[in-house]
């Protein structure tokens, strides 16, 4: 079938380079000149496992091609995914719906014949009906333009394997007024996800709407939970990680989305929740208003590094050297938007920290963003002279490094696990000072027990400057 992706950014792209692979031939809108120059040579508009590979397939056989008109896309297809940013309004919590509101007025605007527009673009509740309004007013007399909801459940740095084979499908549909067919349609358009088995949801716009809100505030909420439960063991001196793992054993709780450390970040759950909370507000539901507690727990965790870093450093950050490894909100991307460890390097050079640098993808990224930083395309040159390493992206990178190789670079041996999934034992018997969120200087002491039980010689800790 023909069918376009409108938006090709971090979910349009990798949903596009998917509905070509199982067989759909493919038009993408891009308004941006430099994406779309990207795209129209065949590359990927960013770092993503498998997606530039797959773009390069399609884009060499033709099933993908990319243009910035809206009337090259009326004129290809009747099927029109729409994957444009959604994006927190400026200074309020609310969603920005004019990117949404604008593709679905510019489609049925150019429709000259009945089409099928599919959002798939996180929105609030409630949105779908304004978006219906809208295409109405916008389409010419005699052309129908019906509207589905289907939100996207991908993951960066794992979009494309999450697109081979979805988790599930969701869509909604208002029957009395789409196209009888609508169902029909995106049946025969998802029929090798639905014939391998991928579950489908089909409910109305409203249930649709929330069902992505739900899954992000339920996994923020998961996340904050266990940063609480960090700081009250800091607070009480027990033992984070043992207390985690007691948890995941709970088969009604399960280890994912466990590990107590700096929280999330990226350009969907915290935009996404803090939407909810507001449309919560604005619906008059009081029990939205957990969800700022949730924002609120993530947000206190990149304050508490900074906390511990001036603590490390006797306290004072004006002049002194910071080497961070990590700047992507998460592993496997170069994606730095609510990025946390971004946050908290900007944090501390803001402070009168001179603060270096370092991330396996996201260095481009960040001396666009973040000019106050400096950057090292090396991760252990970025210790040299430093007082201090900060450890805010759980690069696997960063875990299998040799803590004992770096001991001479660094000024004074002091690591900030804000991860927790740095080998403690490990750091610790090399001689560094190791501390970690969650953790108490009962836990540190148990560390250093271990790391001696581990070397048969005391850990050292600071001993001066190296």
């Known amino acids: 079938m023909k069918v376009t992706v409108i938006g090709i950014g971090r979910l349009g792209a990798p949903y596009a380079a998917s509905l070509a692979e199982i067989g759909h031939d493919v038009l993408g809108v891009e308004p941006d000149p430099k994406t779309l120059g990207r795209l129209t040579s065949g590359l990927a508009p960013f770092d993503e496992p498998d997606l530039g590979a797959t773009i390069a397939k399609h884009a ?62 996180s929105v609030p509740v409630g949105t779908m009906d304004r978006l219906a309004t809208l295409a109405t007013g916008a389409a010419r007399p005699g052309v129908r333009v019906s509207l589905a909801y289907s939100p996207d459940f991908l993951r960066e740095s794992t979009s494309m394997t999450d697109a081979a084979r979805p988790t599930r499908i969701v869509v909604g549909i208002q029957r009395e007024r789409d196209r009888p067919d609508a169902e029909d349609v995106l049946r025969h358009v998802w029929a090798p996800w639905l014939e391998a088995g991928v579950p489908l949801v089909v409910t109305d716009w409203a249930t649709a709407e929330l069902s992505k809100s739900a899954a992000n505030a339920f996994l923020a909420t998961k996340v904050s939970f266990i940063n609480f439960l960090g700081a009250m063991c800091e607070h009480s001196g027990a033992d ?7 948890l995941a054993l709970d088969p009604r709780i399960g280890p994912a989305m466990l590990d107590a450390g700096l929280g999330f970040g990226g350009s969907c759950i915290p935009k996404d929740i803090r939407a909810l909370a507001e449309r919560g507000r604005e619906l008059d539901v009081p029990e939205a208003g957990f969800l700022r507690d949730v924002d609120a727990i993530n947000i206190r965790r990149r304050r508490r590094v900074v906390a511990l870093t001036r603590e490390a450093l006797g306290g004072t950050l004006t002049g002194q050297r910071i080497a961070v490894w990590g700047a992507a909100f998460k592993p496997g991307t170069d994606d730095v ?34 000019p106050e930083l400096a950057t090292c395309d090396d991760a252990a040159a970025v210790l040299d002279g430093a007082n201090v390493l900060l450890h805010l992206t759980h690069w696997e990178a960063y875990r299998q490094t040799d803590p004992a190789a770096l001991f001479s670079r660094i000024a004074t041996p002091v690591v900030i696990d804000a991860r927790g999934t740095l080998d403690a034992a490990l750091w610790t018997a090399a001689g560094w000072t190791y501390t970690a969120l969650g953790q108490t200087p009962a836990n540190v002491r148990a560390v250093k027990e271990a790391a001696q039980a581990l070397t048969g010689q005391p850990a050292t800790g600071l001993e001066g400057n190296h």
Request: hydrophobic share 50%; with cysteine.
């Open 60 to 121: 060499a056989s033709g099933t993908m091609r990319f243009t910035a008109s809206y009337d090259d896309a009326a004129r290809f297809a009747d099927i029109h995914f729409v994957c444009v940013p959604t994006p927190q309004t400026a200074g309020a919590l609310a969603a920005d719906l004019s990117y949404i509101e604008a593709a679905v007025a510019s489609l049925a605007h150019r429709a000259r014949r009945d089409c099928l527009i599919v959002a798939k673009s």
């Open 337 to 370: 938007r609510d990025s946390p460890a971004l946050a908290v390097a900007r944090e501390l050079a803001a402070a009168g920290a001179a603060v270096a640098v370092h991330d396996p993808k996201a260095l481009e990224t960040v001396r666009e963003e973040a």
């Open 240 to 246: 984070i990680q043992a207390l985690s793992a007691t």
